[in-house]
């Protein structure tokens, strides 16, 4: 098994598995996520067309502690007809032996039997003779690789035509002073022996750091502040790289493969940063993609990259038909929000206020918000909810039922909290 002359990543992961969890806690609480969210993943890559009570593949590549895994198994195993998952399988792939038993021990501790844990490579995969996959994962493991471009294209050589991936890379203007913190903690560790000598050196320095400091003033990246774990990975890594808008398009296209969308998508278009009409006014002509990378420069806050990425084009579940029997099947789907919660907060406001990361948002709600929000179960498509809010005021006519879903669908989608089915 070729190893790909990283074995100081392997250590590092065998030392310090990543996130750092708990197999006990599987009892208390399941963690949930982007991406690989099933109504997540249907909108995204499958037009909101995918059955997961059918046969469905998935691949964890880089499964760390197992974040991912348990919970596309778990949503799998939810969605089968036997409620364990044996339609819906998920692959399990890492190199790390000790990160591995604890997504072993998670599962067992769900009762989970719809995973084939595997260690290795991803660099690996197109000779492991494996089936095909409908989807795969890749969080926070590409960067991790000398080449990721190659790593791409491994994952690629394994995923179905019509099938999609969820991935995650770092992102460059958020993670300001990271590299900086890496290259003194390089200089000050030159005598540290061990990693634990490393993370009592950078524990110390940490507290003494000058105030001017640009990692000490980078407000968005605290995930060191868990465990040694995180620690590990944000400042004492051996190998990791971060990508701009513009270079996470050239690693995408390295592999012939097309953004289907970035999470949140509010968090890339321009109109969330500039509302100067004068200002809006010099970004007309740019493409979707170059005012996602102004976006990008302008939020200077987005720490890492998280898209979906499919072969081929217009994979989204969208509503931009006119067709009105076309619109009357879509279904549509909260992720992790109870419907009637919603409905009750959006009661007494006419907008929705939010922050992304210092950026205070005032996001426009339609009139009918409150009384769409609650028919918004998962069950229920346009039609049935159309045809509700007749009976309660007899005059609401379907054009102006799809004007005000559609502005109630804008601020939620773009958040990231509101998904199309069929
Ligand atoms: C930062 S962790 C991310 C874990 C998980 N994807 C998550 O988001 O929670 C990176 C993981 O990728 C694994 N990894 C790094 N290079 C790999 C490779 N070439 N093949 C498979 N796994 C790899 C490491 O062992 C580690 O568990």
Same mark, same amino acid.
């Given at each position: 098994?070729t190893i790909?002359n990283?074995p100081e990543v392997? @250590?590092?992961y065998e030392?310090?598995?990543y996130p750092?969890?708990d197999?006990?806690? =599987?009892?208390?609480r399941? %963690? &949930?996520?982007?991406?690989?969210?099933?109504?997540?993943?249907?909108?995204?890559?499958?037009?909101g067309?995918?059955?997961?009570s059918?046969?469905?593949?998935?691949?964890?590549?880089?499964?760390?502690?197992?974040d991912a895994?348990?919970m596309l198994?778990?949503q799998?195993? @939810?969605?089968?007809?036997d409620g364990?998952?044996?339609?819906?399988?998920?692959?399990y792939?890492?190199?790390?032996s000790?990160?591995?038993?604890?997504? =072993?021990?998670?599962?067992?501790e769900?009762g989970?039997?719809n /995973?084939?844990?595997?260690n290795?490579?991803? #660099?690996?995969l197109?000779?492991f003779g494996?089936e095909?996959?409908?989807?795969i994962?890749c969080c926070?493991?590409?960067?991790h690789?000398n =080449?990721?471009?190659?790593?791409?294209k491994?994952?690629?050589s394994?995923? !179905? $035509? =019509?099938g999609?991936m969820?991935l995650?890379v770092?992102?460059?203007?958020?993670? +300001?002073?990271?590299y900086e913190?890496?290259s003194?903690l390089?200089d000050?560790?030159?005598?540290?022996t061990?990693?634990?000598?490393?993370?009592? #050196?950078?524990?110390?320095?940490l507290e003494?750091?000058?105030?001017?400091?640009?990692?000490?003033?980078?407000?968005?990246?605290?995930?060191?502040?868990?465990?040694?774990? $995180?620690?590990?990975?944000? #400042?004492?890594?051996s190998?990791?790289?971060?990508y701009t808008v513009?270079e996470?398009?050239e690693?995408?296209?390295s592999?012939?493969?097309? /953004?289907a969308?970035?999470? $949140?998508p %509010?968090?890339?278009q321009? +109109? &969330?940063?500039?509302?100067?009409?004068?200002l809006?006014?010099s970004?007309?002509?740019?493409?979707?993609m $170059? !005012?996602?990378?102004v976006a990008?420069?302008l939020?200077s806050?987005m720490?890492?990259?998280m898209?979906y990425?499919?072969?081929? !084009?217009?994979?989204?579940a969208?509503?931009?038909?006119t067709?009105?029997?076309?619109?009357e099947?879509?279904i549509?789907?909260?992720r992790?929000?109870?419907?009637?919660?919603?409905?009750n907060n959006?009661?007494?406001t006419? &907008?929705l206020?939010?922050?992304? @990361?210092?950026?205070p948002?005032?996001?426009?709600?339609p009139?009918?918000?409150?009384?769409?929000?609650?028919?918004?179960?998962?069950?229920?498509?346009?039609s049935?909810i159309y045809a509700?809010l007749r009976?309660?005021d007899?005059r609401?006519?379907w054009s102006i039922f799809?004007q005000?879903?559609e502005?109630?669908?804008k601020t939620?989608?773009?958040l990231?909290h509101?998904?199309?089915?069929?």
């Amino acid at each position: 098994m070729t190893i790909q002359n990283q074995p100081e990543v392997q @250590d590092q992961y065998e030392a310090y598995p990543y996130p750092s969890r708990d197999p006990r806690d =599987e009892k208390k609480r399941l %963690i &949930t996520g982007s991406p690989s969210n099933l109504a997540e993943l249907n909108h995204y890559l499958f037009s909101g067309n995918r059955d997961f009570s059918q046969p469905f593949r998935a691949l964890v590549a880089g499964g760390g502690t197992g974040d991912a895994t348990i919970m596309l198994a778990q949503q799998l195993a @939810d969605a089968s007809p036997d409620g364990k998952g044996h339609e819906g399988q998920v692959t399990y792939l890492d190199l790390s032996s000790a990160s591995r038993k604890i997504a =072993e021990a998670r599962a067992k501790e769900r009762g989970l039997t719809n /995973i084939t844990f595997m260690n290795g490579s991803l #660099l690996d995969l197109p000779g492991f003779g494996l089936e095909a996959f409908d989807y795969i994962d890749c969080c926070g493991v590409l960067h991790h690789l000398n =080449e990721p471009k190659d790593g791409l294209k491994a994952l690629t050589s394994v995923l !179905k $035509e =019509e099938g999609g991936m969820g991935l995650m890379v770092y992102g460059k203007y958020g993670r +300001e002073g990271v590299y900086e913190m890496q290259s003194l903690l390089r200089d000050l560790g030159k005598n540290c022996t061990t990693l634990s000598e490393q993370i009592t #050196l950078t524990r110390r320095l940490l507290e003494k750091i000058p105030a001017s400091n640009s990692f000490h003033r980078n407000p968005f990246v605290i995930d060191h502040k868990a465990s040694d774990a $995180e620690l590990v990975d944000l #400042l004492l890594h051996s190998c990791d790289r971060a990508y701009t808008v513009p270079e996470v398009i050239e690693l995408v296209s390295s592999a012939s493969l097309n /953004i289907a969308s970035f999470i $949140e998508p %509010i968090r890339y278009q321009l +109109e &969330t940063y500039l509302k100067d009409p004068k200002l809006q006014q010099s970004s007309v002509g740019l493409s979707r993609m $170059e !005012k996602a990378a102004v976006a990008e420069k302008l939020a200077s806050n987005m720490k890492l990259h998280m898209f979906y990425v499919t072969r081929k !084009k217009n994979t989204i579940a969208d509503l931009s038909t006119t067709d009105r029997s076309k619109m009357e099947t879509l279904i549509p789907i909260f992720r992790d929000m109870s419907a009637q919660q919603l409905s009750n907060n959006l009661k007494k406001t006419t &907008t929705l206020k939010s922050n992304l @990361d210092g950026v205070p948002l005032n996001l426009p709600l339609p009139r009918l918000a409150s009384a769409i929000a609650l028919r918004c179960d998962g069950r229920k498509n346009l039609s049935n909810i159309y045809a509700e809010l007749r009976e309660l005021d007899q005059r609401l006519e379907w054009s102006i039922f799809a004007q005000q879903f559609e502005i109630f669908f804008k601020t939620f989608n773009n958040l990231n909290h509101l998904f199309l089915r069929r």
